[in-house]
């Protein structure tokens, strides 16, 4: 049986959200038109004034390995080398559409919505919370409910603005109980609440030739430039519970409190640079993302508290092109190389296990113009992307009485995920 394995990281972040997302690296998400630009840059909304419906698939297939190095007690792992094969499996559906007509303004009003649910729609809350002696990895596993909404409106000539939330998961529930030794329960209550928390997302998107050229041909035409903020965002449980066992544990009775991390988004700072020649376009991003709060986050965690972790910031480059090859079909590619996160070789009795990773993309897309039935365009995308894990020793450390030697176990992580995704959207 295969568990839930939550992860720090999110659809977005960690794959990209739509197949064109996923095809370029994230290096031309910033400059999207499709309703994804939600998250990477909402100010894109406004780049193509038609609405659309897209839904699509997502899967991710992991095989994340640890080779053991020896150790005092090496761990006998059921699956061999392979910690964790469970894929990720995602239904995406999103809308964009023109709400100028609402207002009695002319200035043009996007609104957009996308939200992706784990199991091809199966589970909104993908989620394990654990600590491990076998090692577990700190970036792959199942999603966390993806959802965002957002709008965008041209400011001024060339230049679009947009803002967005993402919206994140905080549940917590109580549960209370008179149970026998033999776990026999009576006069239960149990409540259970999940509030929405909403965090920012800003976007900022410059065509230089609408801004600065007044003649008709202008090199800057081709020249964009965008900016985008996004907010931290995490997604916790807490689980309060108290027992009375008649005869053991008196009233008010025991009372444990647990609160722990789902998932946690980095606030994200990212700049790119696209310019087209004539059929093809190319584009640049550089995201800075801000890994060192979640050392505060997990000092707050009653499960990995004690783990010591340690993070740091990180810069990611990612260079993409796309090239229109007819009318019809477009090829897009794109590269990433991404720094892992995570400072520290050992997490005492949590273990967490994160790579240095290169990313490659490759994706193709097609808009019908003339669709039999439809009086709108359909397009239709398809992309693939691969992530090669670098090597990695980490030392496995374990506060267990039975663990009479520390680190117990020395061990080098490595893996690839192979990540596919499709969509189809109409256009109106």
Request: glycine share 8%; proline share 4%.
């Amino acid at each position: 049986m295969t568990t839930a394995q939550a992860n720090m990281g999110n659809t977005a972040t960690t794959y990209g959200v739509l197949p064109s997302d996923i095809a370029s690296a994230q290096a031309l998400s910033l400059f999207n038109s499709q309703v994804s630009a939600t998250y990477y840059n909402p100010a894109y909304l406004a780049a193509d004034s038609r609405g659309e419906l897209t839904g699509g698939l997502f899967h991710a297939d992991h095989e994340l390995r640890v080779n053991s190095k020896g150790g005092p007690q090496p761990v006998i792992r059921a699956g061999g080398d392979v910690l964790e094969d469970d894929p990720s499996q995602q239904v995406l559906i999103g809308m964009k559409t023109n709400l100028t007509s609402l207002t009695r303004y002319d200035r043009p009003l996007y609104l957009g919505f996308m939200a992706g649910v784990e199991k091809y729609g199966k589970e909104m809350l993908a989620f394990n919370s654990q600590t491990s002696q076998e090692g577990q990895f700190f970036n792959y596993g199942r999603q966390p409910l993806f959802l965002n909404i957002g709008g965008a409106m041209q400011l001024w000539r060339g230049i679009d603005v947009g803002a967005s939330a993402r919206i994140t998961l905080h549940s917590s529930a109580d549960l209370s109980a008179r149970t026998d030794l033999a776990g026999n329960t009576q006069y239960e209550a149990l409540s259970v609440e999940a509030k929405p928390v909403f965090r920012p997302i800003v976007g900022v998107n410059i065509n230089w030739g609408e801004t600065l050229c007044s003649q008709t041909d202008c090199w800057l035409d081709n020249l964009e430039t965008a900016f985008s903020y996004r907010g931290y965002s995490n997604t916790h449980t807490s689980v309060k519970a108290n027992t009375v066992i008649p005869g053991t544990i008196p009233s008010p009775g025991l009372t444990l409190a647990i609160k722990t991390l789902d998932s946690f988004q980095p606030e994200i700072i990212a700049a790119g640079v696209q310019y087209r020649f004539g059929r093809a376009r190319v584009g640049f991003t550089g995201e800075i993302q801000r890994w060192s709060r979640l050392e505060d986050e997990f000092e707050r965690d009653t499960l990995k508290d004690q783990a010591n972790l340690s993070f740091r910031d990180i810069f990611i480059p990612r260079l993409g092109a796309e090239f229109q090859v007819n009318d019809i079909f477009s090829v897009t590619t794109g590269v990433a190389y991404e720094k892992s996160a995570l400072k520290s070789d050992r997490s005492l009795d949590v273990n967490y296990l994160d790579n240095d990773r290169l990313v490659v993309g490759l994706g193709v897309s097609a808009e019908f113009k003339n669709a039999p039935i439809l009086a709108y365009p359909v397009r239709l995308d398809v992309g693939y992307q691969y992530h090669h894990l670098r090597d990695r020793d980490f030392d496995l450390v374990s506060s267990d009485p039975n663990v009479t030697t520390n680190p117990y176990e020395t061990v080098t992580a490595d893996g690839e995920v192979h990540v596919f995704s499709g969509s189809i959207t109409l256009k109106f």
